[in-house]
């Protein structure tokens, strides 16, 4: 619980200790507190926002503003409905029923931090909305409009002092609303998290060095978002990286655009795996995402040449552009590397390769490829294809799995409730110390190849942790 969260519930617990020690027949104390909660709520919804697990304590903290609000004006001068021994054991049982279900609401479904990022710069971001003028929306009601996506970046800021902090879904409701609706739970269940504060601040100004910063893109996988991964993004960027991250509309939970429009995704892009061409829909899916990813390489290089009025003019090394995805983002990142040679790494968390046609994977990466398997994927038919890949590649990759890891584990699931792991989202590790490794893996893996360090061996990062094989096939 936020800190205005834990004053509120404190102060109620301690008038419902006074009431049972009738210490409340005092006008003074009845006052006190009547004029404590009222203040108390109105810090914590100007401040920390209201959410509907703390709905229940909020009615009963209205109840009894009304209460003490009629006593000190005389109405309750027998004080029956405190003295009375039934009436008041009614009124203490619920009150304390009520408080028991703000609890266990307020701990199943937290309002959690962002972890703070390791690196030495402090975070700014930006974001724009972008048309490929090459490609038509096929997975829109009007297929005849051009394909829109939106991108957030992330980077090393000069300073932060008076500019505002983002919250981590920096789209809010709408797209906490959308991963309700994958998940197939009522919409406003998993509306708090949009009450989450990460650690970047808007527009403030790029950290001026010597050198261009390297930049990576982050490619979500089916129905994640680009705030799935800000975790990573701001760990990148506060060590050194312009980090993108990509929202692929319809394929996203959901995309809100300027213009009011929110695009959720569209379950017919990729239907159950029972449907007999299902690899035919994923590989059209995996090859949007590609199409995304190189109209984000387009739109680096026309910021880098002050093509689009930014603030990323001449700070971008386009000669050390690495991608970074999860699932089909990961599949897409594989088909980008592949096709495109401006691509200088590519990392993949269960990269979803399969759909990609064989004759492409056959070709083979000439890059050094990294690929991070959850225990959960171990078996089936993608890794037969990721091993095709990485034995027909000109430059050895290498693979690692994180045992006791679901597929989601690559991502910020650990966000939304310490129950998540119940209901298979999650596996035995924690989430917050996978996504530890995992940044390990990627910040050295960048490190070595975007920025020319040599001496990083992504071996030596397996071997400081438990539970991680690098015998994948």
Same mark, same amino acid.
């Not at 203490?92 to 030495?120: E, R």
């Given at each position: 619980?936020?800190? #205005?969260?834990?004053?509120?519930?404190?102060?109620?617990?301690?008038?419902?200790?006074?009431?049972?020690?009738? $210490?409340?027949?005092?006008?003074?104390?009845?006052?006190? #507190?009547?004029?404590?909660?009222?203040?108390?709520?109105?810090?914590?919804?100007?401040?920390?926002?209201?959410?509907?697990?703390?709905?229940?304590?909020?009615?009963?903290?209205?109840?009894?503003?009304?209460?003490?609000?009629?006593?000190?004006?005389?109405?309750?001068?027998?004080?029956?409905?405190?003295?009375?021994?039934?009436?008041?054991?009614?009124?203490? *049982?619920?009150?304390?029923?009520?408080?028991?279900? !703000?609890?266990?609401?307020?701990?199943?479904?937290?309002?959690?931090?962002?972890?703070?990022? !390791?690196?030495?710069?402090?975070?700014?971001?930006?974001?724009?909305?972008?048309?490929?003028?090459?490609?038509?929306?096929?997975?829109?009601?009007?297929?005849?409009?051009?394909?829109?996506?939106?991108?957030?970046?992330?980077?090393?800021?000069?300073?932060?002092?008076?500019?505002?902090?983002?919250?981590?879904?920096?789209?809010? %409701?709408?797209?906490?609303?959308?991963?309700?609706?994958?998940?197939? +739970?009522?919409?406003?269940?998993?509306?708090?998290?949009?009450?989450?504060?990460?650690?970047?601040?808007?527009?403030?100004?790029?950290?001026?060095?010597?050198?261009?910063?390297?930049?990576?893109?982050?490619?979500?996988?089916?129905?994640?978002?680009?705030?799935?991964?800000?975790?990573?993004?701001?760990?990148?960027?506060?060590?050194?990286?312009?980090?993108?991250?990509?929202?692929?509309?319809?394929?996203?939970?959901?995309?809100?655009?300027?213009?009011?429009? *929110?695009?959720?995704?569209?379950?017919?892009? +990729?239907?159950?795996?029972?449907?007999?061409? #299902?690899?035919?829909?994923?590989?059209?899916?995996? /090859?949007?995402?590609?199409?995304?990813?190189?109209? !984000?390489?387009?739109?680096?290089?026309?910021?880098?040449?002050?093509?689009?009025?930014?603030?990323?003019?001449?700070?971008?090394? !386009?000669?050390?552009?690495?991608? +970074?995805?999860?699932?089909?983002?990961?599949?897409?990142?594989?088909?980008?590397?592949?096709?495109?040679?401006?691509? /200088?790494?590519?990392?993949?968390?269960?990269?979803?390769?399969?759909?990609?046609?064989?004759?492409?994977?056959?070709?083979? +990466?000439?890059?050094?490829?990294?690929?991070?398997?959850?225990?959960?994927?171990?078996?089936?038919?993608?890794?037969?294809?990721?091993?095709?890949?990485?034995?027909?590649?000109? %430059? $050895?990759?290498?693979?690692?799995?994180?045992?006791?890891?679901?597929?989601?584990?690559?991502?910020?699931?650990?966000?939304?409730?310490?129950?998540? /792991?119940?209901?298979?989202?999650?596996?035995?590790?924690?989430?917050?110390?996978?996504?530890?490794?995992?940044?390990?893996?990627?910040?050295?893996?960048?490190?070595?190849?975007?920025?020319?360090?040599?001496?990083?061996?992504? $071996?030596?990062?397996?071997?400081?942790?438990?539970?991680?094989?690098?015998?994948?096939?």
């Amino acid at each position: 619980m936020r800190f #205005f969260e834990v004053i509120l519930f404190i102060s109620m617990v301690v008038y419902i200790v006074l009431m049972k020690l009738y $210490k409340v027949r005092k006008v003074g104390v009845i006052a006190f #507190f009547t004029l404590l909660l009222p203040i108390v709520f109105l810090l914590h919804y100007v401040i920390e926002r209201t959410r509907w697990q703390l709905y229940p304590l909020y009615i009963l903290i209205l109840i009894y503003i009304i209460i003490g609000v009629l006593v000190i004006m005389g109405r309750f001068k027998e004080y029956t409905f405190i003295t009375h021994p039934k009436i008041k054991t009614v009124v203490i *049982v619920l009150s304390i029923i009520t408080l028991v279900i !703000t609890l266990i609401l307020a701990i199943i479904l937290p309002v959690y931090n962002i972890s703070k990022p !390791t690196g030495k710069y402090e975070i700014g971001t930006l974001t724009y909305e972008v048309t490929d003028p090459y490609t038509k929306a096929i997975y829109s009601e009007n297929t005849d409009k051009n394909r829109r996506i939106k991108i957030q970046i992330w980077y090393p800021a000069e300073n932060t002092k008076g500019y505002s902090r983002v919250p981590w879904l920096e789209d809010g %409701v709408p797209v906490a609303k959308g991963v309700s609706k994958v998940m197939g +739970l009522p919409h406003f269940l998993l509306t708090h998290t949009a009450l989450v504060k990460s650690n970047s601040y808007k527009g403030a100004p790029i950290k001026e060095i010597q050198e261009k910063y390297p930049v990576v893109i982050v490619s979500h996988g089916w129905t994640g978002f680009r705030n799935l991964h800000t975790d990573v993004e701001e760990m990148l960027a506060s060590n050194g990286y312009v980090v993108i991250g990509i929202d692929h509309t319809f394929g996203s939970a959901a995309v809100v655009f300027e213009d009011g429009e *929110v695009n959720y995704f569209n379950q017919k892009a +990729l239907p159950n795996g029972d449907v007999p061409n #299902f690899l035919d829909y994923g590989n059209t899916l995996i /090859k949007t995402y590609e199409r995304d990813i190189i109209l !984000t390489l387009d739109k680096v290089e026309q910021f880098q040449l002050g093509k689009d009025e930014s603030i990323f003019k001449g700070k971008l090394d !386009t000669s050390n552009v690495g991608l +970074l995805g999860h699932s089909t983002g990961g599949g897409a990142s594989v088909l980008a590397a592949l096709r495109d040679e401006r691509v /200088k790494a590519v990392m993949g968390l269960d990269a979803w390769v399969e759909p990609i046609n064989k004759d492409e994977l056959q070709s083979g +990466l000439n890059i050094q490829g990294l690929f991070l398997r959850s225990g959960q994927w171990e078996q089936g038919p993608n890794n037969s294809n990721l091993g095709f890949l990485l034995d027909n590649s000109n %430059v $050895k990759g290498e693979a690692y799995q994180l045992n006791g890891t679901t597929h989601l584990d690559f991502s910020m699931m650990y966000m939304y409730s310490p129950l998540i /792991k119940y209901f298979n989202f999650s596996g035995k590790l924690d989430g917050r110390e996978g996504a530890s490794i995992q940044q390990d893996f990627e910040l050295n893996y960048f490190n070595k190849y975007l920025k020319g360090n040599s001496d990083i061996d992504i $071996k030596d990062v397996s071997d400081k942790y438990g539970g991680i094989s690098d015998k994948i096939r």
